[in-house]
């Protein structure tokens, strides 16, 4: 439910963007994405990420069949371009958290999104429990689980919505 008035968000930070914030899409950490996830957030999160897929799907299954609308320079992905971009997104973002993807090349894209999200929920559970390591081999520093899935599921709303949006 959308809140009434502005005045009723609390604004807790304020951080300085950078290139991608620019694009409109969360690339900065939160001060609070350190913190610790107890077992009612960690549903919480999990149900938040499920939620996505499911709009994701449903826009999806509408849209079968259909001609997307393209840009107005003629470009844009087609309905499958976009679920695999999704896809690569996906496996990127796993690799962020540090966490090594299973093969998901599926003759069916429903058994690759199936397989990919499992692997993001098992991902998030064991950065939540600091099962993965927060320094990457060489050093880079690894996603928070709390940022992971801010990344995952605004990630996967954009793309349902650019594809209502360009829907005939």
């Known amino acids: 439910m959308a809140p009434e008035k502005e005045s009723s968000f609390n604004v807790v930070e304020r951080l300085d963007g950078n290139s991608t914030t620019d694009f409109g899409a ?14 009612d957030e960690l549903e919480r999160f999990k149900t938040l990420l499920i939620s996505c897929w ?4 449903k826009v999806v299954k509408m849209t079968d069949g259909v001609q997307l609308r393209m840009g107005p320079r003629g470009g844009g992905r ?6 695999d ?11 962020r958290i540090g966490w090594k993807t299973q093969n998901i090349e599926e003759d069916r894209v429903e058994n690759r999104l199936d397989r990919i999200r499992s692997e993001i929920l098992d991902a998030f559970v064991s950065a939540a429990h600091n099962e993965l390591p927060v320094i990457g081999p060489r050093g880079g520093k690894r996603w928070a689980p709390r940022f992971f899935v801010r990344r995952v599921a605004w990630h996967v709303i954009d793309h349902a919505w650019e594809i209502e949006d360009r829907s005939p």
Do not use: C, N, Q, W
């Open 85 to 95: 971009h999704v896809l690569v997104a996906d496996a990127s973002y796993l690799k």
């Open 78 to 83: 087609d309905l499958k371009g976009i679920i």
């Open 54 to 57: 499911v709009a994701f799907d």
């Open 26 to 39: 969360p690339d900065v950490p939160l001060a609070r994405d350190k913190e610790p996830i107890d077992s």
